[in-house]
């Protein structure tokens, strides 16, 4: 059995022991971990909150899963699980390991859960050809296909890591996909899904770091590029942070300058109007008064 496969039984295991877990925030993990260790890990303890456990704590189908994927490792802890696992709606998904510091690092947290219910309020009803930019653990593009069962899903991310989770997860809900790694959004789509990185990161991961505008830059470049690329009457469901100053919000307005120079309807909401609060302690948040969660629906003219 090859890793992909591996890995593939795995969720499929876990789904069949109707496994659950809510992916929270890097602080709010951090807070978890920090308490006293469990006697006896559960699944969402090992495969949740990667808890470090012994190889007598977990079912042996399970432990010789996460060898044949290599997806297994011993420090002083004792042995921990390379990959978490989520749950969304009936959906599970693989994403990275705790704490998410690597370069090639797969994200999955509270932001995927708000962009699934950003997607399901908006998703247009004539959606056919979709493309989920920025995909990581491929979430956005297999929750659209749960409302869009018809159209044809491609995932896109410059991450290798990524794009071989996100078609794990496909697999195991279900969903064909086609796997696409770059930068560019691809042409030909009536619906674009993006939730691009957004914070301010020194270590420059690709994950994580949005760029100029405080961070929104990518955000930016990429509603430029769907305006550009979208079929006639097609949508942008735009899914990011805006860090304001003084009231403002750089992203907005370019956002809204992109808009006009497509002649492309926008509405923006504000999802949640602060997230990440701990980050404006970090070096190019010092003038920064919060950074909210925005949802952004572009359409182009038909």
Do not use: C
Request: charged share 25%; net charge negative; no cysteine.
């Amino acid at each position: 059995m090859d890793r992909s496969d591996a890995l593939l039984q795995l969720l499929r295991t876990l789904a069949a022991r109707e496994y659950r877990f809510t992916t929270v925030t890097p602080s709010t993990h951090e807070r978890v971990l920090s308490r006293p260790a469990l006697a006896s890990p559960s699944l969402s303890d090992i495969f949740g909150w990667n808890l470090p456990f012994r190889a007598d704590q977990l079912d042996a189908d399970l432990l010789e899963l996460l060898r044949e994927a290599d997806a297994l490792e011993e420090d002083a802890g004792g042995l921990r699980s390379k990959v978490r696992v989520a749950s969304l709606g009936d959906d599970l998904f693989l994403h990275s390991r705790f704490p998410t510091d690597a370069e090639d690092a797969v994200f999955f947290g509270p932001d995927t859960y708000r962009f699934a219910t950003f997607i399901a309020k908006n998703i247009p009803q004539s959606a056919n050809a979709i493309v989920d930019m920025g995909t990581g653990s491929g979430a956005g593009g297999i929750a659209t296909a749960r409302l869009a069962p018809s159209a044809s899903i491609t995932l896109v991310d410059t991450n290798s890591a990524a794009l071989e989770l996100a078609g794990i997860n496909a697999s195991a809900a279900g969903v064909p996909v086609t796997l696409q790694q770059g930068r560019e959004i691809p042409h030909g789509a009536d619906l674009i899904l993006a939730n691009p990185p957004y914070m301010i990161d020194g270590s420059r991961r690709s994950y994580r770091d949005g760029g100029g505008l405080l961070g929104g830059e990518i955000s930016r470049a990429w509603a430029a590029q769907a305006a550009e690329r979208l079929l006639p009457g097609g949508t942008l469901l735009l899914y990011t942070g805006a860090a304001y100053t003084r009231g403002q919000s750089p992203l907005l307005s370019a956002l809204e300058e992109v808009a006009d120079a497509a002649r492309a309807m926008l509405m923006i909401e504000e999802l949640d109007p602060d997230v990440f609060g701990e980050e404006l302690d970090k070096p190019g948040y010092e003038e920064v008064e919060r950074i909210a969660a925005i949802g952004a629906v572009l359409r182009v003219p038909g």
